[in-house]
């Protein structure tokens, strides 16, 4: 395995091995920047790796991010990452913004936390429902962010090309969005979003529902998608639940990485997720119902070989559905 990023390494989950220990293999978790979540997320679990499965050093790497992580998979300067299901599944496939890639060489591994698509808006604006965002002038996130990704494959089915985009990061978009100068702001992430947060005390802020029908179009375009809500009272001035769709954030490995070896990792996490919950709230709420959430790739063989040792619901549907 490689382990020469350019990037600066970031050995501080391995700071717990003595220093004698001599690991046969080295582990390269991809993240983002030092201080986001899944830069604590992947330090947490290579802790967790280092303290309980031997042989095996692993580091968590800073990185520009999750698009960026899966190239560095398929260039083979990773052995793990952070990454979006929808990511993971384009780049396992190679279609989507990988087709011409090398297939296969990405597998799942484990669901972290899901992120949930928002389509902001205003009370007394001109969208009232999904169908209304044909032909408006509408916030998509910024160029490079997986966000903006989920947006584009949205308005795809909606409106095709008919409506301008505002291709800004989700603050210039809260910013537009109050101003009068987009109709609709299009993010994909982890609720509550702060600058929504904010949005909400200055306007009266609305979020529109995802229908059942849309979602089964959505899905049927794109597998990784699942259906999950946006609990009532998240912002302020939504009291009820908004039924959306999402993705997971999670880890996804190299096939190349030995079925064994991922076996005692996912073990290891698994065994320790109460320690990892004092890392990040995320690990918390982990369990056996929500470690597949959003995956439309295979899992990889080591870890499904875990999942249906300890009984994960609706594993061998999973396998059926992914080909796995």
Request: net charge negative.
């Amino acid at each position: 395995m490689k382990f020469d990023l350019k990037t600066t390494l970031f050995a501080a989950a391995t700071l717990a091995l003595p220093t004698s220990v001599l690991a046969d293999e080295f582990l390269s978790i991809g993240s983002c920047p030092v201080g986001c979540a899944a830069y604590t997320w992947s330090a947490g679990i290579a802790d967790v790796i280092n303290k309980n499965v031997e042989g095996i050093e692993a580091t968590a790497e800073e990185t520009k991010g999750y698009v960026a992580n899966i190239a560095l998979m398929q260039e083979g300067d990773l052995e793990a990452a952070m990454a979006t299901s929808l990511s993971s599944y384009e780049a396992y496939t190679a279609t989507g913004n990988y087709a011409g890639s090398e297939p296969g060489k990405i597998m799942a591994w484990m669901a972290i936390a899901p992120v949930a698509m928002h389509i902001i808006t205003l009370e007394g604006g001109p969208i009232n429902s999904i169908e209304d965002l044909k032909g408006k002038r509408i916030g998509m996130g910024q160029p490079g962010g997986v966000s903006m990704l989920d947006a584009n494959a949205m308005m795809g089915l909606i409106a095709g090309d008919d409506f301008e985009p505002f291709r800004v990061r989700l603050g210039d978009m809260v910013d537009m969005l109050s101003d009068g100068n987009i109709d609709a702001a299009l993010w994909n992430g982890s609720f509550p979003l702060g600058p929504v947060i904010k949005l909400s005390a200055q306007r009266d802020l609305k979020l529109i529902p995802v229908e059942d029908a849309f979602f089964e179009t959505m899905r049927a375009a794109y597998p990784p998608y699942f259906r999950l809500s946006i609990p009532g009272g998240t912002y302020e001035d939504v009291a009820g639940d908004t039924p959306t769709f999402g993705l997971a954030n999670g880890l996804v490995i190299s096939a190349d990485v030995p079925e064994e070896r991922v076996y005692q990792m996912t073990k290891a996490v698994f065994e320790n997720l109460d320690t990892l919950a004092g890392v990040h709230p995320a690990f918390g709420k982990m369990s056996k119902d929500t470690i597949l959430n959003g995956f439309g790739s295979p899992l990889h063989p080591g870890a499904l070989r875990y999942y249906r040792e300890i009984g994960v619901p609706g594993i061998e549907e999973f396998v059926t559905r992914t080909g796995g």
